[in-house]
């Protein structure tokens, strides 16, 4: 069993920044891949980056890339969401995930085996 705690979100001004934040605990936490997910009532649950166990592996969306930087700390058991030149469509639930099973991270929420509550990104412009 896995647990994740999410935190970091919260109100910004449109190109503005935040840092979200993903405590692991519980067995083997540190072995798991990470994906950070975005959920909106109009558009869904959406990937928006991935992080292999031993972070030599990242993974954006397009609409992400260049913008936030996905990294993480294993002697914490932390994993980070950097998200600068934040856009009013950023505005979200942001949750993050764990998964074992796979190589490699994948995009697929479905593959993800623990999640976390969310927290909340909102950007206004």
């Known amino acids: ?17 935040l840092r979200l934040s993903c405590a692991a605990s519980g067995r083997t936490s540190s072995r798991h891949h990470i994906g950070w997910f975005r ?4 558009k869904g649950r959406d990937f928006v980056a991935a992080i292999s166990w031993n972070g030599g592996n990242t993974y954006y969306a397009d609409s ?8 993480r700390d294993n002697a ?3 994993v980070y969401l950097q998200m600068n030149s934040l856009k ?3 505005t ?15 995009v697929v929420a ?16």
């Open 1 to 17: 069993q896995v647990q994740l705690v999410e935190s970091g979100g919260g109100l910004v001004q449109a190109g503005g920044s």
């Open 39 to 42: 959920q909106t009532p109009v």
């Open 64 to 71: 992400v890339k260049g913008r936030f930087t996905i990294s």
């Open 76 to 78: 914490k058991n932390t």
């Open 88 to 90: 009013p469509e950023d």
């Open 92 to 106: 979200a639930i942001y949750s993050c995930a764990a998964e074992l099973f796979h190589l490699s991270p994948t």
């Open 110 to 125: 479905a593959d993800y085996n623990y999640w976390g509550q969310g927290t909340q990104v909102t950007v206004s412009s």
